[in-house]
């Protein structure tokens, strides 16, 4: 059964979570919604009562109770030994009007695994034919933990206390940005670690990608 | 400000996890509370609004709508090359009236690290001398992923889906089993990999087991 | 230059030596001699003064005073999640007359990085169409040491000490085994770690593989 | 049988190999000798035909033909939750006059273990006090490759090719600076990735600290 969809305008912000709602309920739902078009902007509202997708009040209301566990995963092509020459970083626009780069980051979900949440994440922002070759380990190189004081891991996300596995996953096809991203680039272990890059990313995504590095014994 | 305490009657599983939702909720706020003497078998109940702890209730509407995530110890002694020696396990009652042996495991709470999280489940279940010298990595030695359908990974908990970050946990101290488990044994990697100790386990704690001796190097 | 070549007859013992070192000599500084057809079993003698390459003499006198640093790879195909689905194993002939299924393993060569052995390594016993894909970080998933002692750590090779380090690789091309394994299969996680396959290994490749699996959480 | 030994002037780099070797020596084959007094700046020569120990021109005529295995430790003290507080590091006056902070380094010896190398190390450098914690795990959190051509790898050693297994050693004891180091400090996370501590140390030390630093997540 197709869910019955309702829209309204949303801001900025409820907007940009109702499309990370929405597409983790359609990819693992109801793939067939992917191709439908919506309005730029506005929201899916009470589309299902399936327990893996939350409406905007239940998902802040489980943020003030329990950590949520996700997976972080830094893109990176290899070259044919297995070293690192580029990182890919996603380029967004924020709420507050600034634009900051990115790694893929995401919700695992009820009743997802691991390595479900790690394809699905990096399918939806790179696209479709990004090919993740995702690792035979599924120990991450470290796990961030992201609280709302900035100050407590030096990881910071305003929203919520996140504990995230974070990976190191080569990509073997075409990344495109995804619908709310600006752009992705790939960039060198020395651009990447750069002051000019590493000033524009937030959350602490910079020492991300550093520990991602280090875990590849590619830190400068 | 002292919580209100109100005390009534509950089946054994809801008087185990008030147990264990009063000692989270008491190690965390209040540490003075734990020398108080409660009934036996009786529930802590309102005593709070505090967000890391979670009543019954709202427990069992978060467990529906997103994974949990944990920490799963292995406690260990070493000799003193860093060597595997023994391997401590847990006896404890369950609901249904069989003994199991077991790991130290239990839930990272809103606002508590993964650090803070190892140190108060180990303290709690192996009593406050256990001494346990909790890794200079916070990776851990694998993700146990955890369902309520037992096929899905083989590690299982019909109660929740669970995402545990796994450690082996050297112990330098005493270790004592705590209230509510019947007894603590150090066992010989022999024994612990034994049919009959692997008998003895459920949720898949037998192949957590193995899984924390490989990364030892230690499998037989 | 190209070495000046002289064959002589050996016994198994020597040619199969005499061909390891031809082949890390060859493979290592004169590619083009990979085509050329040689008598088999007769040995490549004094071709080179090139340091990589150690004349049977002094290999062994090196193998009485320092332990030999070597890699480990355990070939695995994977799913489009990164779950390991086989684990390969090449079937070899041994001098004493028995047949012996074996992980890829070598040493690793003066100036030659460990990223390089691992690949000439694969490549030299599973065909130049196996494409490797090697991980993008360089830690092993163990160290393995052998010893001539059977007993030091179950890991035994009774030619020298080597200190392994051990690595789960992916393979996505074509596997066929090179000419001194009589062949190469793909088992399953339940085959590979069953009774009958684990008795046809040796040197304790078996507990190498059961590690490799416990690495990537495929332990059963 | 003890040892014959002859003593003989020596520059200031045979007498550090031959500390090194006596000490690797007399450690594991006869530790009463360590109380012996001998004139500093002389060699112990031709003391014994046993294989683990190498004279000097043996040595190099190994160095020339394979990669020496080694153990890299980087001394670290945590905090009760296994955090790190401080990391320790040696000062040693170089053979060109220069003085240069590093980490606890050295060979495996033939028919000795990784864990027994490290303790061996660790207590010959920061004394019999040290109480050096050897970590549960023996993979090691990277594996650094020294080569003689600096810009290999980053990682430089002008006398051979080394591939090291790098640990990180919790210290729970008085770390004092044995005979042939110039000091011993512990140093904040701040300072030690510092650009003044960073440029006294050399052979990529310093990126070995930062590498060791990310595997604790406390790069910053």
Chains 1, 2, 3, 4 share one sequence.
Request: proline letters at 8%; aromatic letters at 6%.
């Amino acid at each position: 059964r197709l869910p019955d969809c309702h829209y309204q305008p949303a801001t900025y912000e409820q907007a940009t979570e109702a499309r990370a709602q929405r597409d983790d309920h359609v990819a693992v739902r109801w793939p067939r919604l992917l191709v439908c078009s919506r309005p730029r902007g506005w929201r899916v509202q009470d589309i299902s009562t399936t327990t893996t997708w939350l409406r905007e009040e239940d998902l802040s209301w489980v943020r003030e109770r329990v950590p949520l566990v996700c997976v972080d995963a830094v893109p990176v092509r290899l070259d044919h030994l297995g070293q690192v020459e580029k990182v890919g970083l996603l380029l967004r626009a924020l709420p507050d009007g600034t634009v900051s780069r990115a790694i893929v980051t995401g919700r695992i979900l009820r009743d997802e695994t691991v390595r479900e949440a790690l394809w699905r994440h990096l399918t939806k922002d790179l696209g479709p034919d990004c090919d993740p070759q995702l690792p035979a380990s599924i120990t991450p190189f470290t796990v961030v933990e992201y609280f709302p004081d900035p100050h407590r891991t030096g990881f910071h996300d305003p929203r919520q206390h996140t504990v995230s596995l974070a990976y190191v996953v080569p990509m073997n096809g075409d990344c495109e940005p995804a619908e709310d991203a600006l752009d992705f680039a790939w960039l060198t272990v020395e651009e990447v670690t750069s002051l000019g890059v590493v000033s524009e990313m937030s959350q602490g995504h910079d020492r991300v990608v550093r520990h991602a590095l280090a875990s590849c014994r590619r830190l400068p």
